[in-house]
């Protein structure tokens, strides 16, 4: 029954995710196209599962138009590697084309070569019309078709050492259209506005041949490979070899298609999000099963830590018992000690739990706006933007936490608090971005971020996010302390010796368990998304899947905690962050994993990219779960301890 109401539960919720990720962002219109009206094909980049790497477009010899400038973007498209081009391709809404040659090209060898590399690294191009990105239809082992975004470069055949390299020089456009009023079943006669729902595409090979020995001259030679009368296919004998061996001249050719469609315009991304991934149904079983599994630990927890607290308590209240509970040993034994600032580093202490509140602020922030379709895939580089801006909006946060807590710890130095909580984070990730981004230079990849955007980001960081905390901090160090209810003495208790499994690398095992347990599904699904190139859009379950992560944070670091109190040991500050931050150690394992059996990498540079940005991802997940597990531990060493009569 239980199993049952979660599962129509989550799917409302990721049914809903997926309505509100097919709109755009509100106040973007539609644009209506006239009959015979040009529209804008552009050219974005070429990316690879297997390299990690992005380029531009014109990296390889494709055909070029005179003027190819890069169009307007936002931070998060600069950031994301786009880079948004006009292409030499032509088209007319509802104008059909066949055979039309877009250029002629007398690739070099280093040209063919770059095209041979781009086909063992297994590229795909991605195009964009009206916003809307290229993609193919792809068969799965099982013979289930799915759609998938862009299209190879070419492809590969023969053995493995000596592969034949094919490349894709004609491109049948297809483009599905919806119009906005019937006139045919109207009996209307004038031509209806239209939009464009629909943008796919079939590559070939063709090795042209035209009629006569001469030069092929543009607008003049007509191809007998391909024309009106002679529909283009892929036929195996008359592919287009790249390879040293093969002609050097290639002439590039397209079709275009417009098929009526059915879909209107805001369901138009359906297509993209809720396409029958071969492992779409997988996903919907995992994640109800992990929310049953998760909801199931959680209430036990929660029963045992319930019921034996209201045990102590009463038995630490009964006057009966007094003289008996103060011979024993237990939790209330370290009442004077239990509130002690921390020993190590209790600056450092405080600059992780504020930034970890800055990014608990910035994800609910996102993950709202995106479950109210505020961050449409249609709005492309908009998550990433949208990521950054609330990061740094939200560190008055950082600042003002960390310089209450650190002045709830005694400290005097506030300023160097808050400077470390202004720059220590941001810092490192910075730091990292900046050395992967040299790789990206190195290896001309359009993924580097130019110095523009760097620019902007230490505009950002050091204008608006540093100013930002250091008023956070100011206000946060002003105000009074918390009160803490029972005072803490003057000489420190000797902790007694601990068991065995009470050692903090044996406690964190375990509390990094049951948080990484309630993401791993999803996890799996996201690391697909950044580095499979696939789309994210169930930001429901994402939701979800956060509620519940910081659950499972509070309930196994509230529970450990207990434990710890009650075998006489207060140093719980520094417990109570590490045991739910970690978490992260298992994200790098599982990253380990996911690398050595999801992913086809090679190469040094993909490696130091892979591992360089899920460092940036565990880094951050570690101070997300540690704040949470830090927060919940506090507010019940409070709880408990108040409800207690202590002489």
């Known amino acids: ?19 509100d990720g097919a709109y755009y962002l509100p106040g973007v219109t539609p644009h209506a196209y006239q009959q015979q009206e040009p529209v804008k094909l552009f050219v974005n980049k070429l990316t690879s599962t297997k390299t990690q790497i992005p380029y ?82 792809s068969t799965s082992t099982d013979g289930e078709q799915y759609f998938v975004r862009g299209f190879p470069v070419g492809f590969s055949s023969g053995s493995a050492k000596t592969p034949k390299h094919y490349l894709y020089n004609h491109i049948r456009i297809q483009v599905q259209y919806h119009d ?49 009368m002679n529909t ?13 061996t093969a002609g050097d001249l290639v002439v590039f050719t397209y079709d275009v298609q417009w098929e009526k469609s059915d879909t209107e315009w805001s369901n138009r991304w359906d297509v993209y999000l809720t396409s029958n991934s071969p492992n779409e149904k997988v996903h919907w079983f995992s994640i109800t099963n992990s929310f049953v599994i998760v909801l199931f630990l959680t209430i036990m927890i929660a029963m045992i830590l319930v019921r034996a607290l209201r045990k102590d308590i009463a038995q630490y209240n009964d006057p009966a018992t007094l003289e008996e509970a103060k011979e024993e040993s237990g939790w209330k034994l370290v009442h004077g000690d239990v509130f002690r600032p921390p020993v ?44 950054i801006l609330l990061f740094v909006f939200m560190g008055s946060f950082a600042g003002y936490n960390s310089a209450l807590l650190y002045k709830t710890f005694r400290g005097l130095q506030w300023k160097q608090n808050t400077f470390l909580t202004a720059f220590f984070y941001p810092g490192i990730v910075f730091a990292i971005l900046f050395a992967l981004n040299l790789l990206l230079w190195t290896q001309g990849s359009s993924g580097a971020i130019p110095f523009s955007a760097f620019f902007t980001l230490l505009f950002l960081w050091f204008c608006v996010s540093v100013p930002l905390v250091f008023l956070g901090g100011f206000y946060g160090y002003r105000r009074e302390p918390p009160t803490f209810p029972v005072r803490t003495n003057q000489i420190p208790r000797i902790v007694p010796v601990q068991p065995w499994y009470f050692h ?21 699904f996201i690391m697909s998304a950044l580095w499979l190139h696939q789309m994210y859009y169930i930001f429901g ?25 009650c075998s006489e040991d207060y140093r719980w500050w520094w417990r109570s962050f590490l045991h739910a931050g970690a978490c992260a150690g298992y994200t790098m394992v599982y990253a380990v994993w996911y690398h050595l059996t999801e992913m086809e990498m090679h190469g040094f540079v993909p490696l130091l990219l892979y591992y360089g940005y899920m460092s940036i991802i565990a880094f951050t997940l570690f101070l997300v779960t540690g704040t949470i597990g830090f927060y919940s531990c506090y507010w019940f060493n409070v709880q408990i301890y108040a409800s207690i009569k202590v002489d």
């Open 180 to 228: 906005d009023v019937d006139y045919e079943i109207l009996g209307l006669d004038d031509n209806p506005t239209t939009k464009i729902v629909g943008f796919k595409v079939e590559p070939m090979s063709i090795r042209h041949s035209w009629e006569g020995s001469g030069d092929f001259v543009p607008g003049q030679t007509v191809l007998s490979t391909c024309n009106a």
């Open 504 to 524: 903090p690398a044996i406690t964190c095992l375990v509390g990094g368990v049951l948080p990484f347990g309630a993401v791993s599904v999803e996890l799996f």
């Open 1 to 19: 029954m239980m199993y049952t109401i979660v599962a129509q539960i989550l799917a409302l919720i990721g049914i809903a995710s997926v309505v």
């Open 56 to 137: 531009d477009y014109y990296s390889l010899p494709y055909c070029r138009p005179k003027k190819y400038g890069l169009q307007s973007e936002n931070l998060g498209e600069v950031l994301s590697g786009d880079r948004i081009e006009m292409s030499v391709y032509k088209l007319e809404v509802k104008v059909p084309k066949s055979c039309e040659v877009a250029c002629v090209r007398k690739l070099k060898k280093t040209e063919k070569e770059a095209f041979v590399r781009a086909i063992d690294d297994d590229y795909r191009v991605h195009w964009m019309v009206d916003n809307l990105p290229v993609g193919t239809y």
């Open 541 to 565: 379950f994402l939701f979800l899947v956060m509620i519940v992560l910081i659950l499972t944070c509070a309930e196994i670091s509230i529970l450990l905690c207990y434990f710890q109190l």
């Open 344 to 387: 190590e580093h209790p600056m450092l202490f405080s600059v992780f739990v504020g930034t970890g509140t800055q990014l608990v602020c910035m994800a609910i922030a996102t993950l709202t706006f995106a479950l109210l379709g505020l961050l449409s895939p249609a709005n492309r580089g908009s998550l990433v933007t949208a990521f």
């Open 232 to 244: 283009p296919s892929n036929d195996p004998k008359n592919y287009l070899s790249v390879d040293r």
